[in-house]
């Protein structure tokens, strides 16, 4: 028979924030932020777990907590505002357009039950019928005691640092033209509030709700139950035979369920004194009648042993009731749900029971403030600290609201997450500084994470000057039209560190990082100079700049300084008379000669392109082939400093990033290793990070610059696949002061991927707070452009050079890739 809605829905009212039944009962409810999944510690778990049985403790009598998880089937949108402009943006959207996902959202309800209302035994019994007032709902004193009881659980949640609660209010509860409130939801399982969608609800052939068949599975019975329980439990895929990886006990039920389903975790508080004389009471008929059967025996001692926990160590007895909504949006699919569903019953050790007659009351129930219509021969006894295990405590990766940051996937499914790694967490005192420790051996997808994490911050405005060893940047660079230094036989690195822009004062810091350059050209590195010649050098630029503004006709570079120096400041120090044993100037011009134009170097510091490098937003320095050079290596290490230096003091409120790849060894061999100090500790009072990179941890151990320097001034650590060292990893967990959780973490990545995906996992780690394992994968189009297999960086080559640009060659490569994956 057809029943109105209205006549019998139970709820009565919503004001106040609060709902009202029609049976009396009141209820409060929370949104609820929790952790994670795959972040929290054995000892989170824990801790956790205390903070849950805490505040069911603070709950009056009459009271039914229930905390409902919703796990909706869903697929990421893209963004293809006219704002995302460049190429492999779009790429990427379009990549992750559709990636589907399991979105979760966590609600806490807190009803209070009128103390003389009887517990329901059937559906029928709770549907809407007249009935006298409840006192609760017309003495006012009533409901400011049980909203007090519910802040205080609310503080002690908030308090344990785990999640944060939201209240929710009139219009989120009841429901509003065009949008659904959230009783409107659960009774129709809609997904999402501004589509709501009216459909008939049926139990005649099992629970459908329109076009929706649902199944209930409950774990409301202990003979169902799992012999043991805890605040978490191993997760076998991401262990090792070293380490064990924790999550939720329940985390079966929730995140790692792949349907659309809601998991009800009932706890109901009654007057504790009452229930321990109703047990004292089946205990003595059980002792009387325990002769005549072994059964009553063993329940008997069970009964006995409850009782005797209870009162020595002051447990709470509760009920409990857990049950999992799960539905499809065809018959055909319920098959998969029952599979599903049994599978993560039995990997908690509990049997899976699936409810036909009981499905309409505990639907019913799960209306939002309907909670006291649970039927009592549906719950079990309990205490707090065994109900708790039961509680999902994890969600799916959040994407961080700042503007700044890079694309990453979820462990799980690969759902695109914003992760700032800069910004935010110093924002939020997690970090003091921005820069980057990068450690990853070769084929651990190093470069690709390296390429995408400089794409995203190019992309949002950072200058970026790059020293590289390998040409791994290339590409990138290429595609954004930097500029990209490199030596090579026919065609030497140049620069000019002479040039000053037109407006531009020559300033103090522009002279000291010229003497620096004189002085390391003229003198060996353990040689060491003169006041005079200080002073004379600075003389001799000042006058140099002087000449130039007064001859505009002459081109700033080492050439025209050279001849300066000779022409015109030779004569003023001969007039000056100052001795050679002060500044020897025949042989300062005989040694820089090979610098000057027909020497063996002409070309290093005469450069007429690529000369503004200030405002040049993406520069790559790549010395592969001069890194063992005696001459040219120290040169182009002092240009880079003075490229990046200056970058750091000009550019105010700009966002600057150098990352340094495995030239960092070479740089610290030739006496850099100061200014790699320097620049790891002042970095960040200018608005800039700094980065490094390596691949071996022999080359950390060995190098007491990364050591003291480096690691110590790097509160973000990013390692990559160190499943070589699963065996020895103490020593990098020391050096790099990982936590236990950290180290579990790190040795977990890449162990259990999908095979249908390429991607590789990395291991971050903020301040050694925050540590997450995240998924690096890219589209097609990115990963042709961060490539360094030789054989695909010449096939991109050959595809740019037939259309005509880089971009459109990778694009027209990308789609014949796409289409031979689909044959």
Request: glycine share 4%.
């Amino acid at each position: 028979m057809e029943k109105i809605w209205d006549e019998i829905l139970p709820i009565l009212d919503v004001e106040h924030d609060c709902i009202l039944s029609a049976f009396g009962d009141l209820t409060v409810v929370f949104q609820a932020d929790l952790p994670e999944i795959f972040t929290l510690a054995d000892e989170d778990y824990e801790a956790f777990h205390q903070a849950w049985v805490k505040a069911i403790r603070v709950l009056p009598k009459h009271s039914v907590l229930l905390k409902q998880d919703w796990f909706l089937e869903s697929h990421h949108q893209a963004d293809f505002s006219p704002e995302e402009t460049s190429f492999l943006g779009r790429s990427s959207e379009r990549f992750f357009n559709e990636r589907p996902f399991l979105d979760h959202r966590c609600y806490l309800l807190l009803t209070k039950k009128p103390e003389d209302r009887k517990p329901a035994r059937s559906l029928f019994s709770n549907l809407r019928g007249a009935s006298l007032v409840p006192e609760q709902t017309i003495q006012s004193q009533r409901l400011q005691d049980f909203l007090e009881s519910v802040g205080q659980c609310q503080r002690i949640l908030e308090d344990s640092g785990f999640m944060r609660l939201r209240r929710l209010t009139n219009d989120e509860l009841g429901s509003r033209p065009r949008a659904a409130g959230l009783i409107e939801r659960y009774c129709f399982l809609a997904e999402k509030p501004e589509h709501p969608l009216l459909r008939d609800i049926s139990f005649r052939e099992g629970l459908t709700v329109g076009d929706r068949h649902a199944l209930v599975y409950t774990l409301g019975d202990a003979a169902d139950l799992p012999s043991l329980c805890s605040s978490r439990i191993d997760y076998p895929r991401y262990s090792t035979d070293r380490t064990k990886f924790s999550v939720g006990f329940a985390a079966s039920l929730g995140q790692l369920l792949p349907c659309n389903h809601i998991y009800h975790q009932y706890v109901v508080v009654e007057d504790a004194q009452k229930t321990l004389q109703k047990l004292e009471s089946k205990r003595l008929r059980l002792q009387s009648l325990s002769a005549y059967s072994r059964e009553n025996s063993i329940a008997r001692e069970a009964t006995n042993d409850f009782l005797n926990e209870a009162i020595s160590q002051q447990r709470l007895p509760v009920k409990a009731h857990f049950n999992i909504l799960a539905w499809a949006d065809s018959p055909a699919g319920l098959k998969e749900i029952r599979n599903q569903v049994s599978s993560a019953l039995a990997q908690m050790d509990a049997v899976a029971k699936q409810e036909t007659v009981g499905a309409p009351p505990l639907f019913w129930a799960g209306i939002p403030g309907n909670q006291g219509a649970l039927p009592a021969y549906e719950t079990f006894d309990t205490f707090a600290e065994q109900a708790a295990c039961f509680f999902n405590l994890e969600t799916s990766y959040q994407s961080s609201r700042s503007p700044v940051g890079l694309r990453l996937g979820d462990r799980l499914t690969g759902k695109p997450v914003h992760v700032d790694l800069s910004d935010e967490p110093v924002q939020r005192g997690i970090c003091t500084n921005r820069n980057k420790f990068i450690l990853g051996p070769s084929g651990s997808g190093k470069s690709f994470f390296t390429n995408h994490l400089v794409r995203s911050y190019y992309e949002q405005g950072t200058h970026i000057v790059l020293v590289d060893v390998g040409h791994s940047y290339r590409g990138l660079c290429d595609l954004v039209q930097g500029y990209y230094f490199t030596y090579s036989e026919d065609n030497p690195i140049r620069f000019n560190p002479f040039y000053r822009p037109e407006g531009d004062a020559l300033d103090t810091e522009k002279k000291e990082s010229l003497k620096t350059l004189l002085l390391a050209l003229w003198k060996k590195d353990d040689e060491v100079y003169k006041r005079s010649e200080y002073v004379a050098l600075s003389n001799a630029i000042t006058g140099y700049y002087a000449f130039l503004d007064t001859h505009p006709d002459v081109f700033a570079s080492f050439d025209s300084f050279y001849t300066f120096l000779r022409d015109e400041y030779a004569p003023v120090l001969a007039r000056d008379r100052v001795k050679e044993k002060d500044f020897d100037m025949g042989n300062f011009l005989y040694v820089l000669k090979p610098f000057y134009a027909g020497g063996e170097f002409d070309y290093l510091l005469n450069a007429r392109e690529n000369l503004n490098l200030l405002e040049e937003r993406f520069i790559v320095f790549e010395l592969d082939n001069i890194k063992d050079h005696p001459i040219l290596f120290p040169v182009v290490t002092i240009i880079i400093m003075e490229v990046f230096i200056n970058k750091m003091r000009k550019l105010k409120g700009v966002r600057k990033m150098i990352l340094i790849e495995e030239a960092w060894k070479a740089i610290a061999k030739e006496g850099m290793a100061e200014y790699i100090r320097y620049l790891f500790k002042t970095v960040r009072k200018f608005f800039g990070e700094a980065i490094v990179v390596t691949q071996e941890v022999e080359d950390i151990l060995s190098s007491p610059v990364v050591k003291q320097a480096i690691l110590h001034n790097s509160d973000c650590k990013i390692l990559l696949d160190q499943s070589k060292y699963r065996n020895n990893f103490d020593p990098i967990q020391e050096l790099l002061g990982l936590t236990e959780k950290e180290k579990t973490l790190v040795l977990s990545v890449n162990r259990a991927n999908d095979p249908l995906r390429k991607y590789k996992e990395v291991f971050i780690s903020l301040g050694g707070t925050l540590s997450r394992v995240y998924r690096t994968e890219v589209s097609p189009e990115e990963y042709l452009t961060y490539t360094t297999e030789e054989t695909e960086k010449l096939q991109v080559a050959a595809y740019a050079t037939r259309y005509g640009s880089l971009e459109k060659g990778i694009r027209a490569l990308a789609e014949a890739m796409r289409t031979k994956q689909k044959y």
